[in-house]
């Protein structure tokens, strides 16, 4: 397919598009490289492979596999016009990603109480890295939520249809990211500690 045919329309979708694809492929790099180094990092005498996930991070597994869920039957009932339906849904989504972030931050309350820290004389590599690791991811979670918020702002003011939801899908595939991601983390998480 050429990429200069088109009118202008067709080639700011497409532009945008692969914008944001470029984005997620850089992201991809980052997080492979801290996931090498914490392998890597495996072999120092002071690493603890006795430390075990909070349970609010397995919780957030399931609660932002459902928000991704919400989310893409927001985007089938738009592409039907059901505006109302893909209101609640996309709604529900966004309560999901909110309550996620909840869960991440009460993750790092729970890794805290078990005595282990990011930093400082208590702290050692392994939970440097998950507390890295998880952050980082988290940064890009509350991205993906103010992007849901725009849209569903959008939403509201009917600025979506079937032909015409570029914005959406634009935050969709984002979002459906951040999920894939934190399920790709939590697994490594569990099998590389």
């Known amino acids: 397919m050429d990429l200069t045919q088109g009118s202008n329309k067709e080639k700011n979708i497409r532009a945008k598009k692969m914008m944001l694809w470029f ?3 850089s ?3 980052s997080f492979g490289g801290l996931t ?3 392998v890597a990092s495996k072999t120092r005498v002071d690493w603890l492979s006795e430390l075990e996930l909070p349970s609010a991070f397995t919780a957030s597994l399931i609660i932002i596999i459902l928000s991704s869920f919400f989310l893409h039957t927001s985007k089938l009932a738009l592409r039907k016009n059901d505006k ?3 209101t609640i849904l996309l709604v529900l989504s966004i309560i999901c990603a909110a309550i996620f972030v909840v869960l ?3 993750g790092f309350s729970q890794l805290i109480d078990l005595g282990y820290y990011f930093t400082g004389p208590t702290s050692n590599v392994t939970s440097s890295f998950v507390f890295l690791i998880a952050f980082f991811h988290l940064l890009h979670a509350l991205v993906g939520l103010l992007c849901l918020l725009v849209v569903l702002v959008m939403l509201l003011k009917n600025k979506y249809q079937a032909d015409n939801m570029l914005g959406f899908e634009l935050a969709s595939n984002f979002w459906h990211f951040v999920d894939v991601l934190w399920i790709y983390l939590f697994l490594f998480l569990v099998f590389f500690i």
Request: glycine share 6%.
């Open 84 to 86: 109302k339906k893909s």
């Open 27 to 29: 992201l991809i790099m």
């Open 23 to 25: 984005g997620i492929a």
């Open 104 to 106: 991440q931050f009460s």
């Open 36 to 38: 090498s180094a914490f």
